[in-house]
């Protein structure tokens, strides 16, 4: 009953063994293997994009920094919201890989920016000229870090904002599957249609050992893309399997039922947990996390049978009186059962 994370997860079968079908005889380096060229067709077609300039890297850490750093100058701000990613969980590779450039925050409830919170935001920005950093560029975490989902029309909301300023868009699609899975809408509709230039697009969250592309819907920007990924240290040199993971990962549409199944085990964790006698959620549960707030005691007997969760934020103390209330992120990924979810509300209530 592991819901710390959905990297806490095995690879999926399907991955493992392209993975190991492709670890016979040889293949070219950085890139040029004939599984790459694979992928590359994949995926604009499932964007619909039939110019987008595609890049593997085995970090979300290194998609995201590097996207970042071929939009904006090192005076640039980077607009995020207060939560985003690239705000608390990248240990400032953002800042590194830009040369500079500044996180502005941006609020709106449930990790989701709005159109109104974002203007705001890039109006303030570079009033003073030279003193100030410049309007750098926007990004967008699609499914965000509160389990939250934007439709393709709140993307494009957000977009229109930006291009109104002549600001570029990178979308943070680490959970970008949930997002699909969850808006039910079509990869390009929630992307470049909406105005979308970078996106990160997850594969380790959701199965793959390790591996995010970074599409690039104008290929006019690739170069440099290449340039610093090579120059950052993230060019893989047996690039094969990185290439096999991507390619499987996209065969048969495997990426939207994994994200598919993280997603119901998420919806049934949430349903069964409102059920819990005071028990509430804090977030809306949108893709595959859940942020529940229930009285320390189910924590408690959830913690001491095995499950393993966060207490969010991490400073809530276990020990204390059982009725009052601490809040939670559990997180489901594509191998939860029904049985996980099932066994983790039996000791929540006191049934384990």
């Known amino acids: 009953m592991n819901f710390a994370s959905d990297n806490t997860s095995a690879a999926a079968p399907e991955i493992m063994q392209a993975l190991a079908a492709a670890n016979k005889g040889y293949a070219m380096p950085y890139g040029n293997d004939p599984a790459m060229d694979e992928v590359r067709t994949r995926i604009r077609k499932i964007f619909e994009a039939p110019e987008a300039a595609v890049y593997l890297v085995a970090t979300g850490t290194a998609a995201n920094a590097l996207s970042l750093a071929i939009l904006t100058d090192p005076w640039g701000a980077v607009f995020c919201h207060r939560n985003a990613h690239v705000e608390e969980d990248e240990c400032g590779a953002p800042e590194f890989y830009t040369g500079g450039s500044k996180l502005v925050l941006v609020e709106g409830e449930h990790a989701k920016m709005t159109p109104e919170t974002l203007r705001k935001s890039i109006t303030s920005t570079g009033r003073s000229g030279v003193h100030n ?91 440099e893309f290449e340039l610093r990924r090579k120059r950052g240290g993230h060019l893989f040199s047996k690039h094969r399997y990185l290439s096999v993971q991507m390619g499987a990962y996209l065969e048969d549409g495997l990426w939207l039922r994994l994200a598919r199944q993280a997603n119901a085990a998420a919806a049934r964790l949430s349903a069964g947990i409102l059920t819990v006698p005071g028990a509430e959620l804090v977030h809306p549960t949108e893709a595959n996390a859940v942020f529940a707030s229930f009285p320390r005691a189910g924590h408690r007997r959830a913690i001491d049978g095995g499950a393993a969760y966060y207490l969010w934020p991490f400073d809530q103390p276990l020990e204390g009186p059982g009725d009052e209330k601490l809040s939670c992120r559990m997180v489901a990924s594509w191998s939860t059962t029904e049985a996980d979810v099932d066994g983790l509300l039996s000791l929540i209530r006191g049934r384990g």
């Open 133 to 223: 950093v410049q309007r750098g560029m926007v990004t967008i975490t699609n499914a965000s870090e509160h389990g939250t989902v934007y439709t393709a029309g709140e993307t494009a909301a957000l977009c229109d904002v930006a291009k109104g300023f002549g600001l570029p868009v990178h979308l943070d699609g680490a959970r970008f599957a949930n997002a699909v899975v969850a808006s039910d809408a079509a990869p390009a509709d929630l992307t470049w249609r909406a105005g979308v230039d970078v996106l990160s697009f997850g594969g380790t969250k959701n199965g793959c050992m390790g591996v995010e592309a970074v599409v690039i819907f104008d290929p006019a920007r690739a170069w």
